[in-house]
């Protein structure tokens, strides 16, 4: 069965990443009826910072992990289980301080664990998600694309791209809708702003 994660990590219920996210997951349902999506909003149910009980319980071999090393580790065992579903991942994000939403970070940290995301080989790490791809759906007020004055203020692609090259996904596409401030200072109305991201996100989930 193809699945699809769909991640939100904007605060905002009326964002525009998702918006994007949910018309990306629309196509997608349409395109695949016999498809399944895993939803999680990382803002609504933000996961738990990364400790230093956590980082024992990762490096300790599963064999040998105390209960209390396990139930600190179910939560991202839960989350690295919708990322090995998975076929294909929708990630909204909402362009903060010129990078992603601290409870994005937090998810982040909680994926990226050796042995289950990553290994360590001969050559250096290895990812382990292999055969998945990704669109990153990014909100931003302002214009942060390649060559614009901004441009090198953008840590949100690269950043994320790399993560998720880390982990094995080579195939990263990157959707973005900047220059939101633009509906909030009424210079352009929500919908004319979102007509042409829509379709560029309709086209990558198809």
């Known amino acids: 069965m193809p699945t699809l994660l769909h991640l939100d990590s904007s605060p905002l219920d009326s964002s525009i990443s998702r ?53 600190t580790l179910k939560h991202s065992d839960e989350l690295i289980d919708e990322l090995e ?24 940290d909680q994926v ?11 050559t250096g790490p290895q990812g382990m998600l292999h055969g998945k791809k990704a669109t990153i759906v990014v909100a931003s007020g302002g214009v942060y694309a390649a060559g614009t004055p901004a441009g090198a203020l953008n840590f949100v692609d690269p950043y994320l791209k790399a993560v998720l090259g880390f982990l094995g996904v080579k195939d990263v596409k990157v959707v973005s809708a900047g220059g939101a401030a633009q ?19 309709r086209t990558a989930a198809a």
């Open 19 to 71: 918006e994007l996210t949910r018309e990306y997951a629309k196509t997608w349902e349409n395109n695949h009826p016999d498809g399944k999506v895993i939803y999680r909003d990382l803002a609504k149910h933000p996961p738990k910072p990364v400790d230093q009980g956590w980082v024992f319980a990762a490096y300790t071999p599963e064999a040998n992990r105390t209960p209390e090393q396990k139930a």
């Open 112 to 122: 990226a664990r050796v042995g289950k995301t990553f290994t360590y080989s001969e």
């Open 183 to 201: 509906i909030m200072s009424g210079a352009v109305d929500r919908e004319s702003f979102l007509k042409p991201t829509l379709e560029l996100v």
């Open 85 to 108: 579903q998975a076929d294909e991942y929708v990630i909204g994000v909402a362009m903060h301080n010129f990078s992603i939403p601290s409870v994005l970070k937090l998810w982040i």
